[in-house]
């Protein structure tokens, strides 16, 4: 019998060998590309080739880490969230590029974009733009390109008919287009988030291919091209035809870039202590540990926060329930909260706490600090119980926690995701520093899609959200706090889980987003009135700002984005959204140490 | 003189303390001799039966000898004992039923038994079919696991494979006891067929049950308490007894040839002593209607008779006398 | 021999069985600690005292987490709930599995069947796949809860292992001859299997208890452990999660596995022990 | 036998039946909109998108039906081997996502339970010869068997891929190479197989010593033992039947162990981050990936069912009392 059992062992081992080259297998497209894109590695198969060899060279290959929750399985612009990193910046390239650091929108394909009139917006694209395919990107592709969300409306970008009228080419390289009601901030924002498709290969696709098909290999006009993936990673290639080398005399310094989807928060430290990853952009607890730690090992800021801040993380309450429906707990809860032991305890000062605005640090000239020093808040448990005691709460029955004005118990569950560590000690400190002021606050940890069917449903107490990322509007912001029209279902992308109502505040963002960027007095004067009624009502209560998590390694490559004098300013960041926000030109900054 | 025993002595090695449970035992195995050891369950019946071929772990051997066919049996020695298992010993468990590996095909486990001790299995066979046959076993059973057969073939399968090898001495160890009356019948003319037929030359049958011995023993053996009682001709144990212990023990034996149950028997006031630290002398004393005060020694187990062997000197006396 | 002298005898080997004491002294110094640990402890469960992470001083005795808690006091919690889901789910699991494995192994046939059904059920549904549901309902979790689950849902181990036993009882005499004498199922079960099969039966309670801890450590490891407490498992869990290898917080991570792998080795060591003991043929051997 | 064959198929199929709705469920029973989490993902700016979105892929997904229907559905989906759409790895099926997983699983828990079953048992056997050996080697095993495999996965990932830096600590092969069927890539792949293989086996490998020690034991006292030695059979002749009666409640361990075994595996295919079954099902657990979730679970019931089965099998050919003691309960 042991012999059988021997037997069927080794069978299955070579079977698990031969299987485990599957996944190249698997994926067809991929095969052919890498068999078309270097057939050394197909030759490689001979025993006697030396085992040093590798299909990557390191010091010509960029590695990183960070966005990839999973296997690559998506080369689709068009799949905001799940698009393999990369596809939009590298791959797929946008209008313009924003970057938040600076406030400015850089031209990409497009040559330049301007407001004619309150209505007509003019959009002039680069001539020799070209798709990695040789097809020049031409006004027909952008244009294709908008209409698509015109034909279907499951397009992320298809609300953007609503208010745009038409698209007219006035040559091959012009565009008008006519708008019935102008979002001027939503729009900017569309300038640099919308990818431009070929129409010469998407044309043919009907909604569903287009929609959810996974485009592999993508075809784009960006710096890079698709050269593979598997399981654990994608490769991307260097496009040495690239247009922008001539147009923008731009070198993008890795040949390949590779991204590692994600691991083990032990293993991604490990891989970047030891330089085998050279961007990360995971959130890594202790990091602040081992930077200057003789690894090599930097970040933005040489000193906490380390980090650049790139969303708010909201303490959102449900304004439906007493007694969050009460603006005077909600203030008390404001300055119970011991933000600065969620900074230096959980995160060990590589956050920064938030401003009671909550805008990020992009935006202070946003703050009107005198409605801030007027109905603003801190950490100062005395004034928080004063607020309380004022309002009428008080320990009635003695077990050391306030009731309601009204006597009831006060009973209350602040809830994150279950495994997200970092906010699960978050709620933990929180709730111990509210207890702090005799409000009887319990974290739980309920399983994600509970805790957001519970957010969207208005069935909660406490949450603590960050929806909303860094972007070129502080109207999003807004839209976020005070979104309406409150619905049944405040679905992700929404905001105001909280159900906060008041129509004044509503008008005010809607105004906002009707003024047009660059009149930043007008955007100033809206603000203050908004952050009047913000702070008095606080109906989410920021605490801080979670950082654009990026630990790079200097082992390969040197130069990165810093706070350094002459260094360069860009988010150092893979996420998608970030390539266009600056970060591919980061690309052209890196240099290789193999170089020197 | 096939097995000759003298003095031999085993105890057993226990928390409480040594546990005497065979003390002095001589006595001698003619050639095709079967001789019945009878006693009460505990009498030390089968420790004498194991301990002529297998001391088991907690068994200490203390003094004896023991010669089987003019050569001194090792007992005390595992290893050198080991050249005359099976060859010259052999023995029929009393968990017969259980005795065959349920895993092994019958078949296969023999012959990997016999070409264990050396002996080239195909040589054997044959003889291993016809003493199936003999004892009604087809030859299929070496084709079947133990668990198809019913407990009567078991049984005589146990018996054939105990033999094979033509042992000079066989020990049968409450052969009968888990078997209903006519395989018992059976079972026991087999062991009378393989002496006669001289498969082996002679057996021990160790039983309670006298009645079976009645059927084929040649002579009885009665123990008591570790000592033996006395040793006969089966007739003579039976018709005239002298031993006042053998005597109760037939006595009670409602009728010859009717089952005699294991319960302590009714007529005798009073128990079979503790083995821990039994009362010197004759151990049947206590409960002996005519013990006097000789009886605080030891009775030699002495040949009264032709083969007619006792241990009690109220019947040493009384032989006397009669002279 | 009596029962009171098979008592005596039993506490006699015991008393002189070297693996019995060893182990047993083991469990017991942890016992203790799991029961006196807290009181000693010099600062309450969870909470951030210190700033950050602080290798072992006399003030943090075994140091602090990353996050400034005090890994002393987690530990001694964290030792006490390893007891709880060792008792509370192998003791549940054990009895599961003895009620199935001996029904199953004596009776045969349909009962057999049955039975059989619903320990592959169990068996094949991957046990954390209800946990997950669990898990996605309750927001709040104790380590009762989980030893429960543990219990209800790992005893086809010892259902399986127990059936078999029986099986090759049952197909011995004794029982045979019970059945002749006309003796009831339970009867027999409990008269003639059971006894007989006793040490078998400690073994699987003390496997069964060791396999409960050890299974409540890989489900606090994933993420899916008790939100309330501590645990050794979710020290661990937090442990990689804060990155203490690489940061070199071995404080952290080294204790809780050397505790798990040191109480449960001992159950183990312990549990060869007893099976000596009630067993004098291993003793000979 | 051939009635009993039909009946133990019968009762696998129930069980199959059962615990395949009971998977079914999964996805269904969890509170939240899996589609609602997908765009959560997603992460889009524009609500209004999202509204169109999700009916579509509500649609989609087939959650828009009645629930009986979408039970059919999913039965008549499974034999045409669709378990729906990966939310977390859109829009990837189900399917494809376990297939690239499965190679790394058979890699890795097929090498390691069966060598450590086949080491341990001849390790226990060995240690069960005498009372010094059995004191001296076993306490090893026992040590072994009750160490935690997620620690001892961190324990040798940080001794030699930390401290030594000899071997990678993550992944299935180099991130620098392509699957292939070359050298390279297959050392690549064996480099970062051992560490995982070596948790596991190590730990299981202690856990069969002992039950085979045990076992042996009790065999070796066995009346048929006793017997033989009566009969002055040789050590080697006993030992060897005692081993080949005590491999069989091992046998039977085996299929038991295996549904613990894949949580082992889990564990340890986290702590080295090994893309197996066991990885996915934790990615699929974070990212509230219940279609994933869901496949991920009906491989390993059928995984677990089918070695059931085989075990039943070759249990009813090895084992003559469990083979005529069944035959009585059947008749």
New interface residues.
């Given amino acids: 019998m042991r012999k059988i059992v021997l037997a069927l062992l080794s069978v299955l081992i070579v079977a698990g060998f031969v299987m485990s080259c599957a996944p190249a297998a698997a994926e067809a497209p991929a095969a052919e590309e890498e068999v078309a894109a270097e057939p050394a590695a197909e030759e490689a198969a001979p025993v006697e080739e030396a085992p040093a060899v590798v299909d990557y060279p390191r010091e010509e290959t960029l590695y990183t880490m960070g966005k990839q929750w999973g296997p690559p399985t998506s080369w689709n612009p068009m799949q905001q969230g799940s698009y393999a990193m990369g596809a939009i910046g590298l791959c797929y390239e946008t209008l313009f590029l924003y970057n938040p650091l600076t406030d400015e929108y850089i031209p990409w394909i497009a040559e330049s974009g301007a407001w004619l009139d309150d209505t007509t917006y003019e959009l002039k694209i680069k001539e020799g733009v070209t798709f990695s395919d040789g097809e020049a990107l031409t006004a027909d592709d952008v244009k294709f390109t908008f209409e698509m969300g015109k034909n279907f409306k499951s397009a992320f970008y298809s609300e953007l008919w609503a208010w745009l009228t038409s698209i007219e080419k006035v040559d091959d390289y012009t565009l008008k287009l006519t708008f019935s009601s102008p979002e001027y901030q939503k729009w900017a924002n569309y300038l640099y988030t919308v990818a431009m498709l070929p129409e010469h290969i998407w044309s043919t696709l009907t909604e569903e291919q287009a929609i959810t098909g996974a485009n592999q290999p993508p075809l784009g006009s960006g710096p890079y091209v698709y050269e593979a993936a598997d399981e654990t990673k994608v490769v991307w290639e260097r496009n040495d035809s690239w247009w922008g080398i001539e147009e923008m005399g731009l070198n993008m310094a890795p040949k390949f870039i590779i991204d590692i989807a994600n691991i083990s928060n032990n293993a991604a430290l490990g891989m970047v202590l030891q330089g085998q990853v050279d961007l990360d952009n995971n959130y890594l607890p202790g990091i602040a540990s081992v930077i200057n730690g003789g690894y090599g090992i930097t970040t933005y800021y040489p000193e906490a926060p380390y980090m650049l801040s790139g969303n708010t993380a909201w303490l959102v309450m449900n304004l439906k329930k007493a007694p969050m429906d009460d603006a005077a707990f909600r203030r008390a809860v404001a300055f119970a909260i011991k933000v600065e032991d969620i900074v230096t305890k959980d995160y060990g000062n590589i956050v920064l706490p938030a401003n009671p605005t909550g805008l990020l640090p992009v935006w202070d000239k946003f703050v009107d600090q005198a409605v801030v020093d007027e109905l603003g808040f801190s950490y100062d448990p005395a004034e928080a119980k004063k607020i309380l005691a004022d309002a009428g709460y008080k320990d009635v029955d003695g077990d050391g926690f306030v009731e309601t004005p009204d006597g009831s118990q006060i009973a209350l569950e602040i809830g994150c995701p279950n495994g997200w560590s970092d906010w699960m000690v978050a709620i933990q400190i929180i709730s111990q520093s509210l207890k702090e002021v005799g409000i009887n606050v319990e974290p739980v940890y309920p399983d994600y899609s509970a805790l957001t069917a519970g957010l969207y449903g208005g069935d909660f107490d406490m949450v603590i959200n960050n929806d909303v990322q860094i972007s070129n509007t502080v109207w999003a912001y807004y839209n976020f706090i005070f979104y309406h029209p409150i619905k049944e279902q405040m679905i992700s992308g929404t905001g105001n889980y909280g159900r906060y109502e008041n129509q004044e505040v509503f008008d005010l963002v809607d105004q906002l987003d009707a003024t047009p960027i660059d009149d930043v007095a007008g955007m100033q004067a809206i603000i203050s009135e908004i952050q009047r009624i913000q702070l008095t009502d606080l109906p989410m209560i920021p605490l801080w700002y979670n950082g654009v998590w990026s630990q790079v390694s200097n082992t390969y490559w040197t130069n990165w984005p810093s706070s350094a004098e002459g260094a360069p300013k860009y988010l150092p960041a893979t996420w998608n959204g970030y390539w266009n926000m600056g970060a591919v030109l980061m690309l052209a900054e890196l240099q290789s140490t193999a170089a020197e | 003189m096939s097995l000759r025993v003298e003095n031999l002595t085993v105890y057993y090695q226990t928390?409480?303390g040594v546990v005497q449970a065979l003390e002095d035992a001589s006595f001698s195995l003619g050639d095709g001799e079967i001789m019945g050891l009878a006693g009460e369950s505990g009498c030390g019946k089968t420790t004498l039966g194991?301990s002529l071929?297998?001391l088991?772990?907690?068994m200490r051997y203390m003094r004896g000898k023991l010669e089987l066919d003019g050569q001194e049996l090792p007992v005390w020695d595992n290893q050198a004992?080991?050249?005359?298992?099976?060859?010259k010993v052999?023995?029929i468990?009393q968990?017969a039923?259980?005795?065959?590996?349920?895993?092994?095909k019958i078949g296969r486990m023999t012959r990997?038994?016999i070409e264990?001790?050396s002996v080239d299995f195909r040589v054997v066979l044959p003889e291993l079919k016809r003493r199936l046959e003999l004892v009604e076993l087809s030859e299929k059973v070496l084709d079947m696991?133990p668990?198809?057969l019913s407990g009567g073939m078991k049984q005589r399968m146990?018996m054939v494979l105990?033999t094979l090898l033509n042992p000079s001495l066989l020990i049968a160890d409450e052969i009968t006891s888990?078997l209903d009356v006519s395989t018992q019948k059976a079972v026991v003319k087999m062991l009378a067929e393989f002496r006669d037929r001289e498969f082996v030359k002679s057996v021990m049958v160790i039983t309670h049950d006298i009645s079976v011995l009645y059927q084929v023993a040649d002579s009885i053996m009665v123990m008591y308490a570790g000592q033996l009682s006395e040793k006969a001709p089966a007739d003579a144990i039976i018709k005239n007894p002298r031993h006042p212990y053998t005597k109760m023990l037939i006595s009670s034996l409602p009728k010859i040839g009717v089952r005699h149950t294991e319960q302590v028997l009714s007529g005798i006031p009073g128990k079979p002593p503790l083995l821990l630290d039994p009362p010197a002398g004759c151990r049947f004393r206590d409960r002996c209607p005519v013990a006097f005060e000789k009886c605080l020694q030891v009775p030699p187990f002495l040949e009264i008779q032709k083969d007619h062997y006792v241990a009690c000197w109220k019947e040493f006396e009384s032989h006397a006398q009669a002279k | 021999m009596s029962e009171e002298k098979k008592k005596n005898e039993l506490l006699f080997f015991a008393l002189r069985n070297s693996k019995l004491k060893i182990g047993a002294a083991i469990v017991f110094l942890f016992v203790l600690f799991a029961i006196f640990g807290p009181s000693f402890a010099k600062y309450p469960l969870n909470e951030f005292v210190a700033g950050g992470p602080n290798p072992p001083s006399a003030d943090y005795y075994m140091g602090t987490t990353a996050y400034g808690q005090d890994v002393f006091a987690q530990f001694v919690h964290g030792l006490g709930s390893t007891f709880i889901v060792g008792l509370v789910g192998g003791g549940i699991a054990t009895l599961l599995g003895m009620l199935v494995g001996f029904f199953g192994g004596y009776k045969g046939g349909w009962v057999d069947e049955l039975l059989n059904g619903v320990t592959n059920i169990i068996l094949v549904i991957p046990t954390f796949a209800l946990l997950l549901i669990m898990v996605a309902y309750l927001k709040l979790r104790g380590i009762l809860l989980e030893s429960i689950f543990i219990g209800l849902t790992c005893w086809p181990w010892a259902a399986r292992a127990i059936r078999a036993q029986t099986f090759s009882l049952v197909s011995r005499e004794f029982v045979d001859l019970a059945k002749l004498s006309g003796m009831g199922t339970l009867k027999i079960i409990f008269r003639e299997i059971a006894p007989n099969m006793m040490s078998y039966l400690f073994m699987t309670f003390i496997l069964q208890f060791g396999g409960a801890i050890l299974n409540a450590a890989t489900l606090d490891f994933v993420g899916l452990g008790p939100t309330q407490g501590a645990s050794l498992g979710l020290m661990m869990n937090w442990a990689t999660i804060g990155s203490a290898l690489l940061l070199g917080y071995w404080w952290w991570f080294v204790p809780p596995g050397l505790a798990i792998t040191a109480i449960v080795g001992a159950l183990y060591i312990m549990n060869v022990g007893l099976d000596e003991v009630f067993n004098p043929k291993l003793r000979e051997m | 036998m051939k009635r009993y064959f039909l009946r133990k198929l019968l009762i696998y199929l129930l069980t199959f039946f059962i615990a395949v709705t009971i998977d079914w469920m999964i996805p269904r029973f969890m509170p939240g909109d899996p589609v609602l989490n997908m765009l959560a993902k997603a992460g889009s700016v524009h609500a209004e998108a999202q509204e169109v979105m999700y009916g579509y892929l509500t649609t989609a997904f087939g959650l828009d039906l009645p629930i009986w229907q979408q039970y059919l559905n999913f039965w008549n989906a499974l034999f045409h081997g669709d378990l729906g759409v990966s939310v977390l790895q859109f829009p990837r099926p189900v399917v494809d996502v376990i297939k690239s997983a499965i190679p790394f699983d058979l890699l890795l828990l097929i090498p390691a339970i069966v060598l450590s079953w086949i080491a341990g048992n001849k390790f226990g056997a060995f240690a069960a010869r005498s009372k010094r050996m059995d004191n001296t080697l076993l306490p090893v095993g026992y040590i072994l068997t009750a160490t935690p495999y997620m620690w001892l996965g961190i324990l040798l990932g940080w001794v030699f891929a930390i401290i030594l830096k000899i071997i990678p600590i993550s992944g299935a092969f180099s991130y620098a190479l392509k699957p292939a069927l070359t050298w390279t890539f297959v050392l690549s792949v064996l480099e970062h197989w051992i560490l995982p293989f070596a948790s596991l086996f190590i730990v299981m490998f202690g856990g069969w010593a002992i039950g085979m020690r045990n076992m042996i034991i009790y065999e070796l006292e066995a009346d048929y033992a006793h017997y033989l030695e009566a009969l002055g059979a040789p050590k080697r002749l006993i030992r060897r039947y005692a081993y080949n009666n005590a491999l069989l409640p091992q046998l039977s361990g085996l299929a038991l162990k295996l549904g613990v075994i894949v949580a082992g595996a889990m564990a340890t295919e986290i702590v080295f981050s090994y893309p197996g079954i066991g990885y996915l099902i934790l990615m699929a657990i974070q990212n509230s990936d219940y279609f994933l979730l869901q496949g991920c679970f009906l491989f390993i019931i059928i995984g677990v069912l089918l070695a059931n089965f085989i075990i039943d099998i070759v249990f009813i050919l090895i084992d003559p009392r469990t083979r005529l003691g069944m035959q009585g309960g059947a008749s």
């Fill in positions: 928390l409480k194991t071929i297998q088991s772990g907690r004992m080991n050249a005359f298992r099976y060859r052999s023995l468990p968990y039923m259980s005795a065959l590996n349920p895993t092994r990997e038994l264990s001790r696991y668990i198809e146990v105990s888990a």
